[in-house]
């Protein structure tokens, strides 16, 4: 008899002592969590611990992470005055505008601009200079706005306007996904007229210049 309730107390003392340590981790897991928790906040109201591509906007005073996705920017513009779509250094281009534009709204960071590999941009075509588009495609990741296109427009000059945009996958690509492509050009009649009858009509027009 004694025996067993000797077994018994020894049992109930280590099963206390089995429940105080329980008790002990549960503590410490609780604090190491909570600790765990500021730290991530910390971190995500950090602009430095944002990774590249996201941004932290606010939004009725909390904290959002937007990422970028894939999309087909869908433009038209009036190539008077620029030297043609792509961007080239030093000159007056479409490309220019749309990327100083892009960065203004707040879509794309300005180390993409500098790269803009890490953006995977790509136009559907070219245009040399002075040439229009009524229907342009370029292909890129941006931050996913609602309001992208107002953004956009606000920033872009006048003669260049976006029409909107829609989500694409990550491996298309304006260029090479395009199935076709539709030029126009515009030239006065005269231009086809034989040279003799252009001599004659210069001739009739430097008539009035003496009226």
């Known amino acids: 008899m004694w025996s067993i309730r000797r077994i018994l107390v020894v049992d109930l003392q280590q099963l206390l002592f089995v429940a105080s340590m329980a ?91 500098e790269d803009i590999w890490q953006m995977k941009f790509q136009r559907c075509a070219r245009t040399d200079k002075g040439v229009s588009a009524a229907g342009q495609v370029v292909s890129l990741k941006m931050l996913m706005r609602e309001d992208a296109v107002q953004r956009l427009n606000e920033h872009l ?8 945009y829609k989500r694409a996958t990550q491996g298309f690509n304006a260029k090479t996904n395009c199935c076709a492509r539709t030029y126009s050009y515009l030239l006065p009649t005269y231009a086809f007229a034989p040279v003799d009858e252009l001599k004659s009509c210069k001739k009739f027009l430097n008539s009035f210049k003496s009226i």
Do not use: W
């Open 23 to 113: 008790d002990v981790a549960v503590e410490r897991g609780v604090e190491k969590r909570a600790h765990e928790e500021e730290n991530n906040s910390r971190e995500a109201c950090d602009p430095k611990k944002v990774k590249t591509g996201e941004l932290l906007i606010d939004a009725t005073e909390q904290t959002t992470k937007i990422k970028r996705k894939k999309v087909a920017l869908l433009l038209m513009y009036s190539g008077v005055g620029y030297m043609g779509m792509q961007r080239n250094p030093g000159v007056k281009t479409i490309e220019e505008d749309l990327f100083d534009a892009l960065v203004k709204a707040e879509l794309v960071p300005q180390a993409h601009i």
């Open 157 to 164: 000059p006048a003669q260049i306007r976006v029409l909107g």
